[in-house]
């Protein structure tokens, strides 16, 4: 309906709406005009799912609003008494800002809101949300945003993260865990990293990843909450302090925990088990071994829409919220059969009210606003013992025997590279074997878990390598494990017909591959493959024009979708140290500026060294 | 072990039986009917303290079956009431909505039966089938079976016990409860 045809009020409202982390101004047609008349900031513009009043009856309506961030609304609000004469939605959230401590203040004040001040509808716009539950979630949003202030985060936050943020925080104040459960892309490490960074005196926290993550969080960590202590607990070496400070950040991965009995030892204050679908087997000894941990909270992440995995789920939300869902064969009982088997409303119901408070969830699709339409995501990799060994050798070997001068020197340094960049990507193709399997490199394992995890969301990846016999490993070993039928690999070597036939394929048929890969070098011009959603280089072309132009294939004039751009980076590696350099702009300029290979042979010795030498706080 | 279609926890099982209990002196073909009606959600069904209202759809044609529980006696609801609290108390580990097995078989041994027989049961049915219970009543009776197997509570409730102290205060508010003329408080 349009918005001309809203019944509004004709005074000015206001209304809190968590996922926007905001408060919205509406009520008026000249909505402009009477914030400024009320001396209120003017925020954006926007539309709101609201409940309106409408001859005689209330109903649902999308309501033009002006939606102004918390800060600057609670800022306002505190600022000025509410004259007589404003609407008594606008009262109410006037005193919501000055509202004390204590559930009975909080409590009196649900009970004089009139419906306009809550009136945020559920998704089936069939109810409002309750006066009490709102001014909760207002509460934890002020509570979350100066707990925020008062630590060091070197990001901006998108609205829908602050709400996350105050979402995690409120959860582990309750003393309850949660399931963060963000499409992937949506910045789910970046939320837990400000729910961590925060709480520093309550006792150390523990991050769980899968090995190949290891490198990324600690990474992120450092970047986004810089005076957050972290200790990596990974590899032969590993070691922790008889006593580990409160908040300090503890990363470990899965392997390690089913390992390890020390863990257990300690009384965290925030667990974090990242890709939780690693504990999804109840039986797995990872499993029993994360459910033995003591916590304030735990808080599990996962990019898998495991609302509708019941065993997963249950799984899950043991570790994270035991007891909520029962014991697992009652859980079977009452809810899983009656929901799988004849498919009950009833059940279905219960399970999505008893499961709701414990899990946020949004899409691309439901944060579209919030989002611009590329968005870029370094995924930091973590290198095997395996790769690390090969890594050391080809870097001595290579100095060892000399480079030489003139043409001779770029012609070995280049083979070099190529090497390291061959070991990076997986020891299978430097070494020349037919198969590439899982545990042997960081990035292959991390590129297909979060392949799957696409998959698994129904959407679509093109992937890019620069060679050839990497995509064959990764066309090979895609297709038998990811039960998504053959996963086609579109190179130079392929006649223009077939080109044209898998690009067709992917892009128009109903039973089309969810990904593609493809060669850098033959994804040219004119190819249009915007049914995928994300996009992932699984090496480096180190030249940013090149890389860009591939990205544009999914992302093209008509595509609607945001697309995620994934770019696979092996921690501690000439990967890792040319990516430093481009993204901090500086460094050897033609390394900046694009020419890398080029750049690099010019090098001296000394420097060439430190470009490609492996860092040895990256290795775990 | 998949769990039973009809009657998965002893709740469910109680009243299933009710209905099972139409056999006792030869097969009543109405049996598979009912079930296969409740299976396949041709069972629209309400329940309140000692009552049943369901509205049951065969061949596009929807019957009304009403059915009146008897509720517990005060007395009784008292003992439930005890047993629940103590159950409670032993095993926190429930969902909303479960009862411990183990209070069902402590009502068993007090002889405080969870279903009411066929006999104590008034139930109501408009269809012209000549037999009585009849598969209109029966399908209702399944479907009741089924949701107590998923929410155990519902099997007190419908005795007139308390099963769940007080719901937590609802998130949501229906539009429908909401005053048009007050909605924006003036």
Known sequence: MPSTEVPLPGRLQATFIPHENAMAWWGVPDLDGAVRDHGLPAGRAGTCRLAVADRGQVRPATVPVRLVDLDTATSALLASAPPAGHSAS???????????????????????????????LNREGTAIVAA?????????????????????IHATLRPYQEHGVAWLTARSRLGQGGVLADEMGL??????????????????????????????????????????????????????????????????????????????????????????QQIKNPDAEVSRAAAKLSATAAIAMTGTPVENRLDELWAILHVTNPGLLGSRSRFRQLLAAPIEQRGSATAAATLNALVRPHLLRRTKAD???????????????????????????????????????????????????????????????YLREPRAGTGRS???????EMLAEIVDDGDRTLVFTQYRAMGDLLADHLTGTLGAGPIP????????????????????????????????????????????????????????????????????????????????????????????????????????????DAALARLSDEELRAVLDLDPGAVA | ????????????????????????????????????????????????????????????????????????????????????????AEQPGLIAGDLSDTVEADLRRKGIAIAAGLDDLDAECACRGRKRPCVHIL?????????????????????????????????????TALDAATFYGD
């Open chain 1, 90 to 120: 606008l009262r109410a959230w006037h005193e919501a800002a000055r509202l004390p401590d204590g559930d009975a203040a909080l409590a009196a004040l649900a009970e004089r809101m009139p419906a306009a001040a809550h009136a945020v």
């Open chain 1, 132 to 152: 009490a539950v709102l001014l909760t979630e207002f509460r934890q949003a002020v509570d979350a945003r100066d707990a925020l202030r008062s630590t060091t």
């Open chain 1, 187 to 276: 910045g789910k490490t970046l939320q837990a990293i400000c729910l961590l960074a925060t709480r520093r005196t309550a006792g150390p926290h523990l991050v769980v990843c899968p090995t190949s993550l290891i490198g990324n969080w600690r990474r992120e960590v450092a970047r986004f909450a810089p005076d957050t202590p972290v200790i990596t607990y990974h590899g032969a070496q590993r070691e922790l302090p008889d006593t580990i400070p409160p908040g300090t950040v503890v990363i470990t991965s899965y392997t390690v925990l089913r390992r390890e009995t020390a863990l257990a030892a300690t009384r965290w204050d925030i667990l974090v088990f990242d890709e939780a």
């Open chain 1, 367 to 429: 944060v579209a606003a919030d989002l611009p339409p590329k968005q870029y995501s370094t995924v930091v990799c973590t290198l095997t013992d395996e790769q690390a060994q090969l890594y050391r050798q080809a870097v001595g070997r290579a100095f060892a025997e000399g480079f030489g001068v003139g043409i001779a020197r770029r012609g070995r340094v280049l083979a070099l590279l190529t090497e390291l960049k061959q070991i990076c990507n997986h020891p299978a193709q």
């Open chain 1, 442 to 448: 960081g990035k292959f394992d991390r590129a297909v």
């Open chain 1, 489 to 596: 690999f579109l190179h130079g070597g392929l006649s223009p017909r077939r080109r044209d036939e898998l690009v067709r394929r992917f892009q128009e048929a109903a039973d089309g591959p969810p990904i593609l890969l493809l060669s850098l070098r033959a994804a040219g011009f004119g190819l249009n493959l915007t049914r995928a959603a994300h996009v992932m280089h699984y090496d480096r072309w180190w030249n940013p024009a090149v890389e860009e132009q591939a990205t544009d294939r999914a992302h093209r004039i008509g595509q609607q979708r945001t697309v995620t751009v994934h770019t696979l980076v092996t921690g501690g590696t000439l990967e890792d140290h040319i990516a430093q350099m481009q993204e901090q702009k500086r460094g050897f300029a033609e390394v900046v500026s694009g020419d890398t």
């Open chain 2, 1 to 88: 072990m998949i769990p039973a279609e009809f009657g998965s926890t002893p709740w469910g099982r109680a009243w299933v039986r009710v209905v099972g209990a139409t056999a006792a002196a030869g097969p009543n073909a109405l049996l598979p009917k009912a079930r296969s009606l409740a299976r396949n959600h041709a069972v629209e069904l309400t329940t309140e303290p000692g009552r049943i209202e369901a509205r049951v759809t065969v061949s596009g044609a929807v019957q009304p079956v009403r059915v009146e529980v008897p509720m517990w006696s005060r007395q009784t609801r008292a003992e439930v009431r005890l047993l629940l609290e103590k159950s409670a």
């Open chain 2, 139 to 175: 399908a209702t009776l399944y479907a009741l079976a089924q949701l107590i197997d998923e929410r155990p509570a519902l099997a007190v409730e419908l005795r007139g016990g308390a099963a769940e102290a007080v719901d937590p205060p609802s998130r949501w508010v229906a539009l």
